[in-house]
């Protein structure tokens, strides 16, 4: 009999979404092996849905989502579906109502992956993003006046509350202390955006007190995406606001090797809440149902998925798995389809066990 | 007899500024030869004026600079100021105040220029990014509440008018439209800043009416920044919010060669202002005094100078200039002083008149 059971709710999504999932669920097995009992419930939201329904994410279904686990996504979205819909209606509002504060992107060069920056080593890019992730500029707030007049006015408002910006930073000081370097790096624009760059500064300051061995700077969010390029080695963890972390950690799948092994956990540390695993990609309409998409980034978000649920060593594995699988790629070259590589990962994960 | 003459503000600033903007001069007189009579007036503004007055910019100096025909400014900036007291209070607040709403900011590989992307060449990478300079999330709106205590709130508010966006928008499509390749990119995050986005948004479509010769395409700032690394030939001319083109811009900067070559135009298209032309680079403070800065970037931004003020041929033989020297440098290598940079590239601008 399995030791722990875990009770997990699958949104496959859109576009190559179910395709990525169903090899992440396979990798999940194949690392639960015996010691864990993985339960799945599949829940059918996206451009789909809403098409058939007009419903983005029903309340009933928030409700059961909110008794899970954890939650694996693929990805939505749909050239079909007005910008915005699904992604304000589903992905940030269940960012939002299950306190995702803080959003985990690790940035990492595997041995092997080709970066399109010369020169680079696994050596130099080894970072851990952690991204605000239930306010700041994606509070939704703001409005339009005179709309489609000369004299229209369009506002959108960044709204930080100390309590949103202590917890993360706070998350994120524990993350650093934990890493060899220890060191974190505050990304705002605190010289322009004053009002909430000084909040985030004096929050890092007072937290910082409490971890002595964790050295901090600063740096505006311009030279990061800079320094992503040509001084990459320059950051450990880095704190930042949501959409600073979202623009960042895209330069940082970039020169990872790109949007395919992208991981994010949408995390709530407390548990309070299920977190939300989902490779950065998005739904990828273009290529979708060719079996051509890189399940690598959801399954490196199962990795963080079970770091998270308390399985370390479960999560060694396959990320260990992916680094094998990665080094074999470039050797071998070869195309395989999604599910071969999925096979194949789900092959060495269970070797490894 | 010169057959024109400029009236030039010049301030110099803090750290490399004065270094940078001496080599700029240089190049200038050299590219005027006998035809334009370069009258300067030089401006002490910057950190070492704050530090002697507590002034960073008086009404009255505001109003000097109003009568000049443009500014050529090197960099203020210096870690003995607080964050933001230089920047808000002279470099914006002259962005505002003289409607520099097109700044300007050409992102292209020059031959022989060793950029940190694999593989990529001088083809690859030619844009021209349009960033509006004079609202959106850096109008300073916003504030804070509850300050100190656990529940304090600190917003910061993005202002877009139709006004604003729409001027901007129109200046990107002429410059599009005198581009070979005709294609213009909105940048922002439409799925997200809602309001602001969709107003972006409804600018391109109908501005786009007039300009039937220009494609049109639209990208989301996290993708954008993304593809600045590995898909950079996707870009022709990109229009963007404030914040956005700041950052993209940086990124622009790093595959290209770096801060060091990096031009910009704080540009006032009708000329009711001076237009202001500065290095994208600050006053880096760590290498100032000692002549090794690249006063390129200056020497670029002069020749965006000499493009507006209707002298598009002196500003190709200053790019010539340019170009030419970065072969050489390529070529040859050796360390040059920052005054040997500006004494060669002058002596070629010289050579071609
Ligand atoms: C789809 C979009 C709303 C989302 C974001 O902006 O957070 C995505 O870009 C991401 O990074 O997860
Ligand atoms: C110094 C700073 C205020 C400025 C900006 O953010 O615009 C700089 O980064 C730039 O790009 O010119």
Not at 46 to 58: D, N
Request: proline letters at 6%.
């Amino acid at each position: 009999m399995a030791a722990r059971s875990v009770n997990l709710a699958v949104i496959p999504g859109d576009g190559i979404g179910p395709e990525v999932v169903a090899e992440g669920l396979k990798v999940l097995a194949a690392a639960a092996g015996d010691d864990l009992a993985v339960g799945t419930t599949e829940y059918d939201l996206g451009a789909r849905r809403y098409h058939a329904s007009g419903e983005v994410l029903p309340d009933a279904v928030e409700a059961e989502l909110r008794g899970h686990d954890a939650i694996l996504l693929g990805a939505v979205g749909d050239p079909s579906v007005p910008s915005g819909v699904l992604e304000r209606g589903l992905l940030l509002r269940l960012r939002f109502a299950f306190a995702h504060y803080a959003n985990l992107r690790p940035v990492k060069l595997y041995p092997g992956v080709a970066t399109p920056l010369a020169d680079r080593t696994p050596e130099d890019i080894d970072m851990l993003v952690v991204r605000e992730g239930t306010e700041g500029p994606y509070a939704g707030m703001g409005g339009v006046m005179r709309k489609g007049t000369p004299d229209e006015i369009a506002t959108q408002d960044s709204v930080n509350t100390r309590m949103g910006v202590e917890r993360v930073v706070r998350y994120a000081f524990a993350k650093a202390a934990e890493r060899p370097r220890r060191h974190l790096t505050l990304v705002h624009k605190d010289n322009v955006l004053s009002y909430a760059g000084d909040l985030w500064q004096r929050t890092v300051r007072a937290v910082g007190a409490e971890y002595p061995q964790v050295t901090v700077d600063y740096c505006h969010v311009d030279a990061a995406a800079m320094f992503f390029v040509n001084r990459p080695e320059r950051f450990d963890v880095i704190v930042t606001d949501n959409l600073f972390g979202d623009i960042i950690t895209d330069i940082g799948a970039a020169v990872t090797g790109g949007i395919g092994l992208a991981a994010s956990g949408n995390v709530n540390p407390e548990g309070d809440f299920p977190s939300m695993f989902e490779p950065v990609h998005g739904s990828a309409p273009d290529i979708a149902g060719q079996g051509v998409a890189d399940p690598t980034a959801t399954v490196l978000s199962v990795a963080l998925m079970l770091e998270h649920l308390g399985l370390p060593a479960a999560a060694r594995r396959v990320e260990a798995a992916v680094a094998e699988d990665l080094q074999v790629r470039a050797k071998e070259g070869g195309e395989r389809t999604t599910a071969q590589i999925g096979d194949d990962l789900a092959g060495r994960v269970a070797g490894q066990g």
